[in-house]
Each structure stands twice: as structure tokens, then as C-alpha cells.
Nanobody
Framework: QVQLVESGGGSVQAGGSLRLSCAAS????????MGWFRQPPGKEREFVAG???????YYADSVKGRFTISRDNAKNTLYLQMNAMKPEDTAIYYC??????????????????WGQGTQVTVSS
């Protein structure tokens, strides 16, 4: 029903930047909560950032001050600007969407729609 496609992944040196995009189908995009999650090698999926349709934004402590989540409803696109990247940021990054309450943003199990993921690799 809602398709999400991530792009912008790749390799970067520590301290560098990448900008991820998540293109969504137009239906109900502006009313959906959106989130970014990542799965580092050998670890479980973890929350990165989420933005509620009503305004609140949450970040994982590990990315606060370095990553910025934003959305452009006119373009049906979610973004994740990643600056000052560290090797521990290496992971497959996924975008997700759902009609969620703000308090549910950090819980990946609450998102019914997911993209295919994009690989991000940060070297020392």
C-alpha cells in the first residue's frame, strides 16, 4: 500500500557526511510518522531518528548533534543528513512509515511500512 525506497548510501571516511533519502508513495504521506532505523553488522536493528506528522522529533543518543531528520511533504520524501560520521555508524539503514502516535516513533515494531535498506559504510 505504501512503498518506500531509500537512496544515498555509500562509503565515507570518518568525519565525512552522507545524506539519505526515502521516497514514499504519495498516499497519506503527510499524515504519517516517519523513522530511520539501522542494523550494524552482527547487531540488532536500532532506532536512529523519527519525525511525527504533528511535529515532535526524536533521536537516538548515539546520533544527537550529528544527524538531522527532515521531511518534505511536497516531494513525499524523508531525509537523514549524517554529519561527523563515525565507524560505528556503519550499518544498513532503513526508512519506515506508519500512522503512529508520537510516543511510538522509536519502536520499530509499530511501523507497518519499510524500505529495502541502503548500506552505509564509514571507514577510519
Amino acid at each position: 500500500q505504501v512503498q518506500l525506497v531509500e537512496s544515498g548510501g555509500g562509503s565515507v571516511q570518518a568525519g565525512g557526511s552522507l545524506r539519505l533519502s526515502c521516497a514514499a508513495s504519495r498516499r497519506t504521506f503527510s499524515s504519517y510518522s516517519m523513522g530511520w532505523f539501522r542494523q550494524p553488522p552482527g547487531k540488532e536493528r536500532e532506532f536512529v531518528a523519527g519525525i511525527w506528522s504533528g511535529g515532535p522529533i526524536y533521536y537516538a543518543d548515539s546520533v544527537k548533534g550529528r544527524f538531522t531528520i527532515s521531511r518534505d511533504n511536497a516531494k513525499n520524501t524523508l531525509y537523514l543528513q549524517m554529519n561527523a560520521m563515525k565507524p560505528e555508524d556503519t550499518a544498513i539503514y532503513y526508512c519506515a512509515a506508519g500512522a503512529l502516535w508520537a510516543a511510538q516513533l522509536m519502536n520499530g515494531s509499530m511501523y507497518p511500512y519499510w524500505g529495502q535498506g541502503t548500506q552505509v559504510t564509514v571507514s577510519s
